[in-house]
C-alpha cells in the first residue's frame, strides 16, 4: 500500500518528464509542427487528431477530448492506478519515491500468486483428466461451454474428496492462507472448494487470486467463493475483467451481470465485455476499476424487487465516481430470466438490443425515489426534491452533476435555483449560489476576459509574473474570476510549473475539465503576441474591477452611509476613471 504523494514530487516528475517520449514508446507519432501527432488509442479513427504537445507536456484528442499528462496517458492506456503511473514514470527517470509515497509490499503475500496459479492449473487438469470429471464435462456441455471458451477462462474442475489438492500442492499452511484450505478447530487441514467447476478469479494483471466455485449436486452453498485473503478482496476484483480485456482492449461499454456462468454464457455467443461481482453488491472501488476501462458501464439485474434494491445499491455505490464522460445505466431482464438463459434463448443481436434500451442512471434513479411523490401537487414536487437532494449531492462536482439537477427541476417542476440550494444544503440563496460560475465540463461559449486569462495562463503560465495581486480578483463579481486568481497565485508562487503540471494539480479540482478545455482553447491570439494579449485583459479586469468599486461607493452616497475615507477613495477612483 501506497502513502500520499506529496505534491512537490509530482511538479518535479512532470517537469522533468518528457511526455513526447512517454507516449511515443506505445504509439506511432509523427512531428506536426510545433506538435506531434497519431491515432488516438481512445477511439476509432483514420486520420490523426490526437495532439502531444511537448511544450505543454500534455496531449489532447480533438476528436474524443481525451487529455491529459503523462501521468493520466499511463493511467488510461496502461490502465494503472494513480500510485502505479507516478512509480512508473519515477523509475524510468531514475528517481526515488519520497519515503511517504513507497509501496511496502506484503513480504508474505508473493508466495501466494505461484500457489494460486498451480491451484488453477490443477483444477484446469483434473477437468480434462480426472476420472471424476464427467459430471462437471456434462454440465458445461449443457450450459453450452465450448473448450475454447472453457480455456480462455480457466474454468476448471475439483473432485469431492478432502485433500484432492493438498496431496497435490502440498504447503498446507499457505493453503490456507491463500484460501484454498481450511483449518478445523481440531488442527486439521482440509480442501475448501470439493465436487465444484472451477472459476478462477484474475486481477489486472492476469494473476489468479481467488476463484469462486460452483456445486456439482445439491450441497450448499450453491456458489462458493473464496475468503479475503492477502492477495484477494472481494470488493476490489470483478470475474471476467481480465479476460474481457484481452479480448477487447477499449471495450465500448462493460455489462456487470451477477453470476460467473453468465459471464461465460455471454462470452461463448460473441459477448465478451460481461464481468461479474463475486457475491457482494457493487462496489464504488469495483465502478472506478471498471471506468478506467471504459466511458460506458451497464449493470444487470433480474426485474423482480431483489433484483431493483440490488440495482439501488449498485447506484448509490456508482454516483461518487461519475465524473467527466461516464455513463451508467441499468438493464431490467424478464421475470425468471438470466442473462445466461436470455443469449440462450434469444441470440446475441436481441441480447445487445435489450443492452441498448438500458435505463439510463438519471431515469432510475428519479423514478425510484417519485414512485409515491404526486408531482401534480406541491407537496409531491417538494417531497420529490427533498429525497433527490441528499443523492445527488453524494455526484462529483461536473456535467453530470449539473444535468441531474436540470432533470430533477424539470421533473419536479420547479425553479433550477431551488433544486441547486437543496442539493448543496442551503435554505436560503447566497452569493455564491447565486453568482455566475465556470460550469466543469462547458465549452467555452464566448470570449470573456476571465476565460482568456485562464486560458492564457494555462498555454504560458510565465505570464503569471504579470498579473498583478491576485487576491484583487477575488473581490470581482464575474464568472470565475476566484478560479483565475487561484491559479494566478499558484503560478506565482511555483513559476516553475508548465502546463502539465498546472493541469495536473487540479486533477479532481471541479473545475478541472473546464480548465482542461481552455488550455486546448483556440483564442485566436497570434503568435508571439500572448504577453500583449495577457497585459491587455487584465487592464480590463483592473477597469472592471473599479467600476464595480465605484457602483458600490455610489450606492454607500445614494443611502447616505458613505465615511470620509470612502468619500477620498470614491473622488480618487472618479479621477483615476478620467
Not at 442539493?423 to 476565460?451: D, I, K, M, S, Y
Request: hydrophobic share 40%; aromatic share 8%; glycine share 8%.
Amino acid at each position: 500500500m501506497a502513502g500520499r504523494i506529496p505534491e512537490h514530487f509530482i511538479d518535479d516528475l512532470l517537469t522533468r518528464t518528457d511526455i513526447v517520449e512517454v507516449i511515443g514508446s506505445r504509439l506511432t507519432i509523427k512531428k506536426a509542427g510545433a506538435n506531434y501527432q497519431a491515432l488516438c488509442p481512445f477511439h476509432s479513427e483514420k486520420t490523426p487528431s490526437f495532439t502531444v504537445s511537448p511544450s505543454k507536456q500534455f496531449y489532447h484528442c480533438f476528436g474524443c477530448g481525451a487529455h491529459g499528462t503523462a501521468i493520466r496517458f499511463l493511467m488510461e492506456y496502461d490502465r494503472m492506478g494513480f500510485p502505479e503511473a507516478v512509480e512508473t514514470l519515477a523509475r524510468q527517470l531514475g528517481v526515488e519515491l519520497p519515503k511517504e509515497a513507497q509501496s511496502r509490499p506484503d513480504p508474505e503475500a508473493a508466495p501466494l500468486y505461484g500457489l494460486l496459479d498451480k491451484a488453477a492449473a490443477t483444477y484446469q487438469h483434473w477437468l480434462r483428466q480426472h476420472a471424476d470429471r464427467h459430471q462437471a464435462v456434462a454440465y458445461l456441455r449443457h450450459r453450452g461451454v465450448s473448450g475454447e471458451i472453457a480455456a480462455r477462462y480457466g474454468i476448471g474442475f475439483a473432485p469431492a474428496g478432502w485433500d484432492n489438492l493438498l496431496r497435490e500442492a502440498g504447503h498446507p499452511e499457505e493453503l490456507v492462507r491463500a484460501g484454498l484450505a481450511i483449518r478445523k478447530d481440531s488442527g486439521s487441514i482440509y480442501d475448501r472448494f470439493r465436487n465444484r467447476i472451477m472459476f478462477p478469479i484474475r486481477d489486472r494483471r492476469g494473476r489468479v487470486v481467488g476463484f469462486g466455485g460452483r456445486v456439482l449436486d445439491e450441497g450448499e452453498p450453491k456458489y462458493l467463493n473464496s475468503p479475503e485473503t492477502p492477495v484477494f478482496h472481494k470488493g476490489r476484483e470483478l470475474y471476467g475483467l481480465h479476460e474481457s480485456l484481452q479480448a477487447q482492449r477499449h471495450p465500448g461499454r462493460i455489462l456487470v451481470v451477477e453470476g460467473y456462468m453468465d459471464v461465460v454464457a455471454l462470452a461463448q455467443r460473441g459477448l465478451p465485455h460481461a464481468v461479474a461481482t463475486l457475491g457482494t453488491a457493487t462496489t464504488t472501488d469495483q465502478v472506478e476499476r471498471l471506468f478506467r476501462t471504459t466511458h460506458n458501464v451497464v449493470f444487470c439485474f433480474d426485474g423482480d424487487n431483489a433484483g431493483r434494491q440490488a440495482a439501488w445499491r449498485a447506484l448509490e455505490n456508482t454516483l461518487p465516481a461519475l465524473r467527466g464522460e461516464r455513463q451508467a445505466c441499468f438493464l431490467f431482464l424478464p421475470e425468471g430470466e438470466d442473462p445466461d438463459s436470455l443469449v440462450r434463448q434469444q441470440g446475441a443481436d436481441a441480447f445487445r438490443a435489450l443492452e441498448a434500451e438500458a435505463t439510463p442512471l438519471s431515469e432510475f434513479l428519479l423514478n425510484e425515489l417519485g414512485r409515491d411523490a404526486d408531482v401534480d401537487t406541491v407537496d409531491g414536487r417538494a417531497r420529490l426534491v427533498e429525497r433527490t437532494a441528499p443523492t445527488i449531492r453524494r455526484v462529483p462536482h461536473g456535467v453530470f452533476r449539473d444535468l441531474l439537477i436540470d432533470e430533477l427541476a424539470r421533473h419536479a417542476g420547479v425553479d433550477r435555483a431551488h433544486v441547486e440550494r437543496a442539493v448543496v444544503g442551503q435554505t436560503q440563496p447566497t452569493q455564491a449560489a447565486t453568482a455566475p460560475a465556470l460550469r466543469p465540463g462547458q465549452r467555452p461559449q464566448r470570449r470573456t476576459a476571465v476565460r482568456l486569462a485562464v486560458a492564457l495562463l494555462l498555454q504560458h503560465p510565465e505570464l503569471a509574473a504579470e498579473g498583478g495581486e491576485p487576491e484583487r480578483l477575488r473581490e470581482l463579481n464575474q464568472p470565475g474570476a476566484d478560479l483565475l486568481a487561484q491559479l494566478l497565485e499558484l503560478l506565482q508562487e511555483q513559476p516553475h510549473l508548465n502546463p502539465g503540471a498546472v493541469l495536473e494539480r487540479f486533477r479532481d479540482h471541479r473545475h478541472g475539465p473546464a480548465l482542461w478545455k481552455l488550455a486546448t482553447w483556440d483564442h485566436l491570439v497570434p503568435e508571439g503576441g500572448a504577453e500583449a494579449e495577457f497585459r491587455g485583459v487584465m487592464n480590463r479586469l483592473n477597469t472592471l474591477l473599479v467600476e464595480q468599486r465605484l457602483q458600490y461607493l455610489h450606492q454607500q452616497w445614494q443611502h447616505g452611509r458613505m465615511t470620509e475615507d470612502e468619500q477620498a477613495e470614491w473622488l480618487d477612483l472618479l479621477r483615476r476613471r478620467r
